[in-house]
Every structure is written in C-alpha cells, then in structure tokens.
C-alpha cells in the first residue's frame, strides 16, 4: 500500500485533473491511499469570504462564495458527462453548508469561522476528482476525512487525537479496500468531537498524508509538486536554486523549522517514527528522480536558502532598565499563545527581548498592546527574515549584500539575518 498527496497546483484545472488521472494509471491494480488539497488559490478565495463575514459584510461573504461555487461547476462541466449530476448534488450538498453559516451572524471567534469555510475547499475538489476518476473507469471510494481525523478544538492548528484516528482508519478506511483500490480523502482537515470542521494549519494537507501513511504502515508516501524535486531554495525567490535529490529526515525537519514550504514541519516525524521514506515528485514529469528523503546520514549537501517576508520586528525593553527574567517572558509567552503567535526568531539581552514575526496585521497590533503592559514596544514591518544552513561566508555576503542587517544569530551549522532592504536597493 501507498499514499499519494496532490496539492493545490495538480488539481487547478481540468487538463491538470486529467493528469492526475494519468498518473494514477500507472498504478493500476496498486493499494493507494490519494490526499488531494483544495484547488489552486480556493482556500485564498475562501479566505476572503470569512474574513468578509467576520466583519459583518453578509452580501460581500455570499458574493465571494458564489465566485467559488461557479468556478467549481464549472470544471464539474468540462470535465463530466454521465457522472455530472451525481456530482454537482455532492457539491450542492458543501455548498449548502457554508451558505447556511454566511446567513448567521458571527458570534464566536474569527478561527472558528475559518476553519468552517476553508474546509470547504477540500471537500470540493475531491468531490470532482472523484467522480472523474471514477467516470474515467479508475474506481474509488470517496471519503469525508471529517469522519476520520479526530482533533482538538484548537481552531487552525487542530491537535490530532491519534487513538481515536487510528481506530477509525483501521474500522472505516482499511475495510473499504476489499471493494476498492483507491481510497480518496482530504488533507488539512478533521473535526471535534462535536462534529466541528478544523484545520491542521497551512499545508496541512503533508501531515495528513503522514498520518495515513504511519497509520497504514504504508510503504512509503509520495507528495505530487510542479517542482523537479526539493530546491535548496525557492526558485520562485532564487531563479539559480538547484535539485537536492536525496535528504534525510533530519535535513527536512530543520528546513521545515526555518520555514521551508516544501514539506509541512509536522509530516516528518510520523514517518520518521517507523523509518518510512518520502518521495517527493513531479506531476508535470513523473519520469524524473525527484526526491527521496529517509534515515541515512548525508555529507556535502548544497547552501540551502529560506526567505520569510512580511516580517516584522517587535523590540521590547523593560520600562525602567530592570533586567529582563523569568517573569517578564512568562507573562509574554502567554500573550503569544493566547495570540496563537510562534516568534519566528528570538533575542534576548539584559533589558530587552526582540523578536521577528509574520506580519499578521490584527494580530501584531494586539500583541504591541499586550505588551506595552510589560514592555516599552517599538515595531519595525517590511522586513525579510534569511535562514541559510550550510552556508559559506561568501555565500553569506552574496545573499546580503546591499542590505542593513537588524538582527543575527548564528551557529556553525545555521545562520540566520533579519534584513531591511537599503533604500534605492531591490
């Protein structure tokens, strides 16, 4: 048995849905467990209708939606003939449940109403790569991932309950393969035991997939990407990023700590756990290498680059020169996980803290004013936060040049720079 995960780009349009189809041809008569996310760019749509009704803007939120529900049967339409109908009655079906919120008014907090829309992404498009499949003559059995993946209510960032997820992958999924060969489901959701959607944060749809393949004692696990194989850096950041054709878990943990988008930080250690390897391959072109990622150690791996943007820096100092202890940053750790807010980098010195965050506008205004109880605050945005591991000093003085340097921290392995840009300077 395999697990295959699909993101967002494989499934953005009806010749990319074709090709997945394609894909899953060449393995016919396998055992596969297929995670597919939500559509390219569906859950920034669905965002937008949230943050919409959040703000009271009903026909704003309901408007946003429509634009969702018409792209969705829209490509229901290119893509289906005798399994049309079944099709757009499913979608129907996820539609209705986010209408029926749009027409409430909010009255519990902005996490919660994400996760109840955003969800709906997923449902969507494996709804239609279902049914395509299926009428394409690859049979399989469509699976809500709500009835599977039991979680905490910690909204966004949803805590796995493994012992009862277990229990329902080994009662609900594992009896379906003597009927079907693929089982096809949603990544980056689950839900409460009050039948609540949650989300298990941004790219959660990895750790889902790690879940299953953990769960199954699957052979190994593929993510399906339109990149070559993992970068040592962001081609779309670094137009000269090269292939890295073999990792180790321990290499992809720290990339994914630092901030690396290629896999989930949680994906890793499920798989780790019982030694299972990671491939990482091109949907555009399943014939080249890719990535294999497993326990072996490795030397000579290549300067691997992560850029976060939008940061901001937060400096807080204590307000009559005290030194800063245990008290101090008790009280502010608190702050950050009532916030949901994980510092991307810290320093401390003998009467200040400094930290760099994501530049979450609502969230970094509250964290300034929390703060300024403790703390003198000064925040500085439109930063970039550079994590190189395996660097070089000139590699270092090529990546920053003509750029002013804020903040550094260094180990002889990792080396990481917030910067500001120069004025003038790109």
């Known amino acids: 048995m395999k697990v295959f995960k699909f993101g967002g780009a494989s499934v953005n349009n009806v010749e990319r849905i074709k090709n997945v189809a394609d894909i899953l041809k060449q393995y016919d008569g396998q055992k596969l467990v297929v995670i597919i996310s939500a559509m390219g760019k569906t859950t920034n749509a669905l965002e937008k209708v949230t943050e919409a009704f959040f703000k009271g803007k009903k026909e704003e939120a309901l ?75 690859i049979q399989n059995k469509w699976m809500d991932i709500r009835d599977i993946i039991r979680t905490d209510d910690n909204f966004r960032d949803a805590g796995i309950n493994w012992l009862i997820t277990r229990d329902a992958v080994q009662k609900t999924v594992l009896p379906q393969f003597d009927q079907f060969n693929i089982i096809l489901t949603q990544g980056f959701v689950g839900s409460t035991d009050e039948n609540e959607s949650t989300t298990l944060g941004r790219e959660g749809s990895d ?137 991307n980098l810290t320093q401390n010195g003998a009467i200040s803290f400094i930290c760099a965050l994501d530049d979450h506008a609502e969230k970094i205004d509250q964290l300034a004013q929390e703060a300024s109880t403790l703390f003198e605050v000064s925040v500085m945005k439109g930063l970039s936060l550079l994590t190189i591991r395996h660097y070089t000093p000139e590699y270092f003085d090529k990546l920053t040049g003509g750029k002013t340097i804020l903040l550094r921290q260094q180990t002889p392995e990792t080396v990481q720079v917030l910067l500001k840009w120069e004025t003038g300077k790109a």
């Open 63 to 137: 408007q946003l939606f429509d634009q969702v529900k018409k792209q969705h049967l829209d490509t229901a339409k290119y893509l289906l003939v005798t399994n049309y109908l079944a099709c757009e009655r499913q979608l129907q079906d996820f539609f209705t449940e986010v209408e029926w919120l749009l027409h409430d008014k909010p009255a519990r907090h902005y996490d919660y109403y994400y996760d109840q829309v955003v969800c709906c992404g997923e449902m969507l498009s494996t709804c239609i790569v279902s049914h395509y499949l299926n009428e394409t003559g």
């Open 207 to 343: 750790y889902t997939a790690a879940v299953f393949t953990n769960i199954l004692d699957a052979q190994s696990l593929t993510i399906w990407k339109d990149v070559v194989s993992v970068m040592n850096a962001d081609p779309k950041q670094f137009p000269d990023a090269r292939p890295i054709y073999e990792l180790n878990y321990n290499e992809v943990i720290e990339m994914a700590y630092y901030g690396a988008q290629v896999i989930h930080p949680k994906t890793i250690k499920p798989l780790q756990n019982k030694g299972i390897p990671l491939y990482v391959k091109c949907f555009l072109d399943p014939s080249l290498q890719g990535t294999h990622i497993h326990s072996q150690q490795l030397k000579n791996l290549p300067p691997i680059i992560v850029l976060k943007q939008n940061q901001v820096m937060m400096v807080m100092n204590t307000m009559d020169f005290s030194f800063i202890g245990d008290n101090h940053l008790e009280q502010l750790y608190h702050v950050f996980e009532k916030l949901k807010m994980k510092p």
